[in-house]
């Protein structure tokens, strides 16, 4: 039977298309086979087994339903995978989340919908596309249950999500935040549960939301949780790093952990604190540790009923912050690695390893180099009571000796030297009077103004309270020799520095106001104001020098000097940041000649120590523009670069990069700048890279950039004793035997690398790096800007401003003593601190460790800790003195 005519003429293409159409069905049927295929006969189970489900899931009857999510859920919360693949049933389910997520939209509301809602939120977690947010959105559909028993992939995968729908919903204000703050608690207590508190505390920074830790936190985890809340917050924008910091501090005083509370108290700079916890804390050994910190620190604090009830207890405590224990300790230190025996220039410059002519270069100059040997010998033998040019004993020619190194010295030399008394006296207040006692009578106005900054420099960092040092200096300010006024006043802003005394305001205020005061002495008062109320932010201070800047004579303003009324202003603000402000926006009123140095010193002072980025680009800026001559506001901003760098490790090595560039494209005044730069940076922390440019630089065809390095060479090896240093400097004063001025600066550098016989150091930072003392680094501050213009200030008649460099000594010493505060040597491994802020479990904190016993140095960037569980320290941090109090756990192995 023949075929009937084709009804449908397109009859055979469809034909042709359903065969094509089943070809490649036939084709992925293969293909989904030789998949099948590939998989193990479990895989292939499994996977036949939650499609079924997935068709279950769909069923009208709801107890099947259940009975699918049910056993779904049981397989997606069992499976486990490497941390590379995703786990099979979320990957066998991925072709039906786009049925399941339809079939979702048609269920009515009932327990199976949540439960649905709950899997479909752990699928959308490999599954749902970029920036839709599904895994939340399906979370707060779902039910209430415990979101941690998904895992913690899951958990970390919401937290993010939750960001981002934070994020939105603040711009949006209509939406209300409820639902995403109850899963940031769940999330928050997981976290905490499972050792993850950085990213509890991450996910917290990200909802604004700090709060909730201290509620989350408990003893295990309390001290991890706030090393890396004050970790983070060196890179958080202001006033962000704050409220992390304020968190900290507040979580230490829930768990009594008192040391800590007040290092974060002294962090923030803020009394309220720093009382709060002499308050609330009983332990009267604890408040001696504290007394100890806040000595370290530099703080002057009067102790009332309040924080200390007993009066005898008071009247230690005061004394131990009066620092009045400091030389005592130092020198028992000296004992112990004995290094007691005094030393001579000689002994430092060690001219006998060095070829023939330097060592013939003695005789030239030779008030110049005795003036060296001075400095030198201060620097080296600081603090030990006695030395082999000033402090002869009796024995030897019943001291005549004594006044002839004096007279060795010319005119303004004399005045160091006699000053130099004080520095080898330095901390023992009592003998150190008597023994300059003798010079403050004799009739050479030099020497007895000498003796009067030598008599700040023995009180340097020690308070007394019959202040000997504002009694005998007080008469001075205002004798008529310019000479004398300038070293008592000089001595005052040494001895008090920090202090806040309203005495010596009243005293200087008048003098600074006074149109006949002698540009010189005013400029000391001014810093010595500067240093009295360093980083106090005191309106009254500021209004007299900034009336004082105003007030000066075209010629006044070219006299070198004068570019230390902008630092003594600057450190009025000293790390306080915004409050500079207004003081800034008033400096932009001066004299053409000063309104930009002034600015830029105000900015560079008031964000040093803080590493805040901007700023540091700010003044970048500075340096890159290209100027006539005679400005000289780009040397302070190369010094606020290396200020505001030196917060943290990461800043500093970038901070040192950028002035290698300087180096390279910059004009020559920045040039000149940029070696005291780094040595700031690397203050007593000799790092080999910046020792080998500086040390490049110290033979540059510019003198003042030579000059400028070989002071830096001393102050990155500042009482450390480098070997290496000592070498190169040796070299230096052989290479510049003929250079009246290098060999001076070369042999400033060798007393500094020598500082103390190594016991000293100079970085302002203390407590693991962790807290700067700015009564230290304003030291700091004021003898590198002394160095801007070496020619004017240091190798002109104006030495003795290197005398400042003695704020910010501090011997680098760890000090274990009893409860009754006498030493008490234990075991200790001292090695490289390792940063620990973040990383699992309890990793070591130091690496490279040597064992010693107490008393012992740190090196920068060491940490000690304890070998024995014999004693407990009642500071986490071992620096400087710390009390040890005996376990009581402690059981002797027989």
């Known amino acids: ?45 499994l ?45 066998f389910l991925r072709p039906h989340y786009g049925t399941l997520k339809a079939f979702f939209e048609t269920v009515a509301e009932s327990d199976v919908k949540k439960y649905l809602a709950d899997i479909l939120s752990v699928l959308a977690m490999t599954m749902s596309a970029e920036g839709e947010q599904e895994s939340l959105k399906y979370r707060l559909l779902g039910s209430e249950g415990d979101i941690g028993s998904w895992g913690h992939e899951y958990v970390r995968n919401l937290a993010g999500e939750i960001t981002e729908e934070y994020a939105k919903r603040q711009h949006n204000d209509d939406l209300p935040m409820d639902d995403i703050m109850e899963l940031v608690q769940q999330i928050v207590a997981f976290h905490m549960k499972h050792n ?3 990213e509890a505390v991450d996910l917290l920074m990200e909802v604004e939301d700090l709060d909730l830790l201290v509620d989350n936190v408990d003893s295990t985890n309390y001290k991890r949780t706030c090393l890396y809340l004050t970790s983070a917050s060196s890179y958080l924008p202001g006033p962000d790093d704050i409220v992390a910091i304020d968190i900290a501090y507040t979580i230490y005083l829930k768990f009594e952990d008192w040391t800590s509370a007040l290092r974060i108290a002294l962090f923030l700079d803020n009394i309220q604190y720093v009382k709060q916890v002499y308050t609330l804390c009983e332990d009267l050994l604890q408040k001696k540790q504290f007394s100890f910190i806040l000595a370290q620190h530099g703080l002057v604090l009067e102790l009332d009923d309040e924080m200390v009830a007993d009066d005898n207890d008071r009247e230690a405590l005061q004394d131990i912050i009066n620092n009045v224990k400091l030389s005592e300790g130092y020198l028992t230190l000296a004992r112990d690695v004995e290094v007691m025996e005094p030393k001579s220039p000689e002994d430092i410059y060690k001219a006998h390893l060095i070829d023939g002519r330097a060592s013939a270069s003695a005789t030239l100059d030779s008030a110049r180099q005795n003036l060296a040997a001075t400095f030198v010998n201060a620097f080296v033998n600081a603090g030990f009571g006695q030395d082999k040019l000033m402090t002869i004993s009796s024995e030897s020619s019943s001291g005549s000796s004594t006044g002839n190194w004096l007279f060795k010295n010319k005119e303004h030399g004399k005045a160091s030297a006699a000053a130099s008394l004080g520095m080898i006296m330095l901390w023992d207040v009592d003998s150190g009077l008597a023994q300059i006692d003798k010079y403050l009578h004799i009739a050479d106005n030099h020497i007895v103004a000498g003796a009067l900054l030598g008599v700040g420099i023995v009180n340097c960092g020690i308070k007394n309270d019959c202040d000997p040092a504002l009694a005998i200096l007080n008469d001075f300010v205002t004798k008529d020799d310019p000479t004398m006024r300038i070293g008592a006043i000089m001595g005052l ?28 002495v005013l400029v000391f008062s001014a810093i010595t104001l500067g240093l009295v109320y360093v980083g106090s932010c005191c309106e009254e201070v500021a209004q007299l020098i900034i009336i004082a800047i105003m007030e000066r004579n075209e010629t006044e303003l070219n006299d070198p000097l004068i570019r230390f009324l902008p630092l003594a202003l600057g450190l009025l603000y000293l790390g306080k940041q915004e409050s500079v402000e207004p003081t800034a926006e008033v400096s932009k009123t001066f004299n053409e000649k000063i309104k930009k140095y002034c600015d830029i010193t105000l900015l560079s002072l008031a964000y040093a120590g803080t590493g805040n980025v901007l700023k540091v680009q700010k003044l970048l800026g500075h340096c890159a523009q290209h100027l006539e001559k005679g400005e000289t506001h780009q040397g302070p901003a190369v010094l606020g670069i290396a200020l505001i760098a030196m917060a943290e490790e990461l800043g500093l090595d970038m901070a040192i990069r950028s002035l290698e560039h300087l180096l390279q494209y910059g004009e020559q005044n920045i040039r000149r700048v940029v070696p005291l730069a780094l040595g700031l940076l690397c203050i007593s922390n000799p790092k080999v890279n910046v020792m080998d440019t500086l040390s490049r630089l110290s033979h540059d065809s510019d003198g003042e950039v030579s000059m400028a390095a070989i002071i830096s060479l001393g102050l990155i090896g500042a009482g450390t004793n480098n070997a290496r240093i000592s070498g190169m400097l040796r070299n230096l004063s052989s290479y510049y035997y003929k250079e009246a001025g290098h060999l001076f600066c070369v042999r400033i550098a060798q007393g500094l690398v020598h500082l103390g016989k190594g016991l000293l150091t100079l970085s302002p930072y203390h407590s693991d790096r962790f807290l700067l003392s700015p009564t230290r680094l304003a030291g700091l501050v004021t003898v ?82 304890l070998a024995t569980e014999k004693y407990i320290p009642l500071s986490p941090v071992l620096e400087g003195f710390v009390i040890l109090k005996e376990n009581p756990d402690y059981r002797e192995e027989n």
């Open 196 to 198: 993850a508190e950085p």
């Open 47 to 91: 996977k036949q087994q939650l499609e079924l489900y997935v068709e279950r899931v769909q069923d009208s009857d709801p107890g099947v339903q259940r009975l699918a999510l049910e056993s779904m859920r049981q397989e997606i919360r069992t499976a486990t995978s490497s941390m590379t693949s995703v786990p099979k049933p979320l990957k």
């Open 1 to 45: 039977m023949a075929a009937g005519p084709n009804p449908n003429p397109n009859a055979g293409g469809a034909d042709q298309g359903a065969a094509a159409k089943s070809a490649t069905k036939d084709l992925k049927k293969k293909k989904d086979e030789k998949k099948d295929e590939d998989l193990s006969d479990e895989d292939l189970a």
């Open 493 to 520: 802003g040494i001895a008090y520095a920090g202090s806040q005394k309203e005495e010596l305001k009243l005293r200087l205020s008048a003098l600074i106001s006074d149109s006949s005061t002698p540009l010189d």
């Open 784 to 865: 590198l800007h002394a160095c801007l213009d070496m020619k004017s200030t240091i190798l002109a008649k104006h030495h003795y401003m290197l005398y400042f460099l003695v704020l910010a000594m501090q011997p680098r010493m760890l000090m274990t003593v009893d409860e009754s505060l006498k030493p008490l040597s234990v075991p200790v491994r001292v090695g490289q601190a390792v940063d620990v802020v973040g990383q699992a479990g309890r990793p070591k904190t130091i690496t490279g460790f040597q064992t010693h016993s107490t008393p012992v140095l740190l090196a920068a960037g060491e940490r000690a800790e």
